[in-house]
């Protein structure tokens, strides 16, 4: 008997929903340039971003919006986002080449933010162009200072980042210390003088512009008490006569993928039922996502991304900055701005938020070995291509037939409709799954449909994608909307230009 469909369908908004309807022109696309094959909207990485800066004005913020590179690696994105007001947004480069593909992109030095772990060549670059450094060590301080100084550099802008935040005593009267979460980056607050002591020894090369953190989760409560104590922690700093003006609260804002909380609800609730035994596995050879039974019970954590968020994105930031911190029990909107703290932001996956897609080309289809109601569906792509799994976002791709019909070979599976089936990739590893559930689509592809992994353009598309057995890695395409059709260029052709070749506007 056949189980009922499991869905957990995308959110889609326009204007993806609306190149997701013009099928004829994706399948043209992929018949061009091949599987897989990336589609990507800069208009929309520019309205996420416009987003953003009405929570801003919402909450009479000033800062800036800097969009963490790593996300995607588009040009066309970058380009897009570079033409944007330079006051408002500017981007966030975590390497060398990160950083020279924004300044090739159109972005001044002046509106980047370096983060992450810096080798000397990228600290060099990055003080050399007039960036923020996002200081990640006292010791990496001093090695940038070093440069400085030795390569007659101009003084340069720098964010302390730091890590494991506590309320403690000496500021909630509570008398509790709640940590968050561990890092391998920044440095621990309580390790903080010995980074205000380097800034002093340093400070003919170096100015303290701000104080930042980025935090690993999408826990409202932790972020609220981090930036609190950041809040308090400047005043520290003006109190030890250095000058910094902004807080800077890093990424994480999230995306919801899957439109419908309740079919989140269902998925999940069978995954643990799965796990006990008492309803069929959903995933391939009884994976459970990090869940497991013991004794009749279920254990573990579930390495998912909560792929269903009511708030997420700019909804998120407006919730952070709304809702009363928990020391001060202020909303960390007003603390911010009567210390007079500018706010920056730093979204990755959020700002990229529906702004592309992958397309892959359905290239076999055959019943499994042990269950002849489940198919195998090959496509051209790997599990690099789309590697929504690999970060444990779970939502259906969208079927994409081609316009009159497949190649006859398959069946329709009993009484046709929706089908349970395992996406699997072009390589040859057993473990080559795009993912390792059951994705329910509505009737069984046939070679030659498409299916359209939507909203893939933060960390999906391009973050693992690799050239194993020499398989083609995705070509990438900008789409823009004009005169009632779609027009594409390569990503790397694309520019923020509205008015035709030559003509002055
Ligand atoms: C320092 C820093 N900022 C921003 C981000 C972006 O995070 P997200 O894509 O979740 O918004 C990251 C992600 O790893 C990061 O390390």
């Known amino acids: 008997m056949k189980d009922a469909p499991l869905y957990l369908r995308p959110r889609v908004d326009p204007p993806l929903a609306s190149l997701l309807q013009d099928a004829s022109f994706l399948h043209a696309l992929c018949d061009a340039l091949g599987s897989p094959l ?5 208009e929309v990485v520019a309205e996420n971003a416009e987003r953003f800066r009405s929570v801003y004005r919402r909450h009479h913020l000033a800062g800036r919006v800097y969009f963490a590179h790593k996300a995607n690696r588009s040009s066309a994105l970058v380009r897009r986002l570079a033409a944007c007001d330079p006051a408002a947004v500017g981007i966030d480069v975590a390497s060398l080449d990160e950083l020279r593909h924004a300044l090739g992109c159109g972005f001044t030095g002046e509106r980047v933010m370096a983060t992450g772990p810096k080798d000397r060549d990228f600290l060099w670059l990055a003080a050399r162009v007039g960036a923020t450094v996002n200081l990640d060590s006292a010791g990496e301080l001093d090695r940038l200072a070093h440069l400085v100084r030795r390569y007659g ?18 500021h909630t009267g509570a008398g509790t210390r709640v940590l968050s979460r561990r890092s391998r980056f920044g440095t621990p607050v309580g390790r903080s003088a010995d980074v205000w002591r380097a800034l002093e020894r340093h400070a003919d090369v170096v100015e303290l512009t701000g104080l930042a953190y980025h935090l690993d989760t999408t826990a409202l409560e932790e972020k609220a008490r981090a930036l609190e104590r950041c809040v308090l922690l400047m005043d ?31 998925w999940t609730t069978a995954l643990s039922e799965a796990v006990l035994g008492v309803r069929p596995s959903l995933a391939w050879r009884g994976h459970g996502y990090g869940l497991r039974n013991e004794g009749g019970t279920v254990r573990g954590t579930a390495a998912l991304y909560p792929a269903h968020r009511s708030v997420a994105g700019p909804g998120y930031l ?16 007003t603390l911010l701005l009567e210390h007079l703290n500018d706010l920056y932001v730093e979204p990755g996956r959020a700002l990229v938020d529906q702004c592309g897609l992958s397309l892959a080309r359905v290239l076999d289809v055959r019943p499994t070995g042990d269950d002849p109601t489940r198919h195998l569906v090959r496509l ?3 599990a690099g291509d789309v590697s929504l799994e690999e970060h444990g976002v779970l939502v259906d791709p969208v079927l994409l037939p081609r316009a009159g019909g497949g190649d006859g070979r398959h069946d329709e599976p009993p009484g046709g409709g929706p089908v349970g089936v395992h996406l699997v990739g072009n390589l040859c590893l057993e473990a080559d799954l795009i993912t390792r559930r059951v994705v329910y689509l509505p009737r069984l592809p046939r070679a030659g449909d498409l299916l359209a992994f939507v909203n893939t353009a933060g960390y999906a598309m391009d973050f693992h994608a690799h050239h194993a057995q020499r398989q083609p890695v995705a070509r990438t395409v900008a789409v823009t909307r004009g005169e009632g059709a779609w027009r594409w260029c390569p990503d790397e052709d694309y520019w923020p230009l509205t008015d035709p070749q030559g003509v002055p506007s």
């Open 153 to 170: 550099l101009g003084r340069v802008d720098v964010l302390v980042r730091l890590s494991e935040f506590e309320a403690d005593a000496g």
């Open 236 to 266: 520290e700093c003006r109190g030890r006569g250095l000058r910094p003006r902004a807080v800077d609260i890093g990424g994480g804002f999230g995306v919801g993928y899957v439109a419908d909380a309740g079919e989140w609800e269902r």
């Open 38 to 42: 990336n589609v990507l909207l800069p």
């Open 318 to 333: 407006d919730a952070l900055l709304s809702r009363p911190a928990p020391v001060l029990g202020r909303p960390p909107a």
């Open 380 to 382: 051209g792509m790997n």
